[in-house]
Structure formats: C-alpha cells, structure tokens
C-alpha cells in the first residue's frame, strides 16, 4: 500500500485489490447509519478518495460548491477536474 505511482500518479498511493476491497469494506461500516448532506457530503467524498482509492491529498482533487448555469445559478456538489466528474449527491432520509 505504500508503493508510489509513476508520476502522473503522484497524489495517490497504490493498494492491491485485497487491501482496497479491505479499505472499501471498513468505509462502508464506518459510513453506514450516517448520511446528512449539509454535514456528511463533503467528509464522505475525501473519505471515500482517500481511503479506498488511495488519493492521499483528495482536497487538490476534489472541488466542492462550485458554481454551474442552468436556467438559474446551482451549485454542485463535488467536482473532479481530472476525470470530469460532476457530483450532486441526494442523501436518502427515513
């Protein structure tokens, strides 16, 4: 798990599959009963890239709140420049 990337992976540490299946198992019991989206929605994205896809600065690789157009002004939820996902998180309450 502590084997850097080449450079192009510089922000990310490199897990076997065993140890992210490990990583992912512990962020679902960690996350599980848990879900406010004022409060949760930007500690559960650096959580999740952090610890179960091994972005070891997951704050120089997500953006949160940014600014889109619609046919009125939103923002999203998260934004990974890199890949060019968009994230709008709904949180499911009952």
């Known amino acids: ?10 922000n990310k540490t490199v897990m076997t599959l065993k140890e992210q299946n490990n990583q992912a198992n512990e962020f679902v019991a960690r996350w599980k009963d848990r879900g406010n989206e004022r409060q949760d929605s930007q500690p559960f994205w650096l ?18 709140e940014d600014k889109v157009m619609l046919d009125h002004t939103s923002f999203i939820d998260g934004y990974i420049e890199k890949t060019k996902v968009l994230i709008e998180q709904i949180w499911r309450t009952y």
């Open 47 to 64: 959580d999740l890239l952090q610890s179960v896809y091994g972005i070891e600065k997951p704050t120089e690789y997500i953006t949160f």
């Open 1 to 10: 798990m502590l084997d850097k990337g080449n450079s192009d992976q510089s």
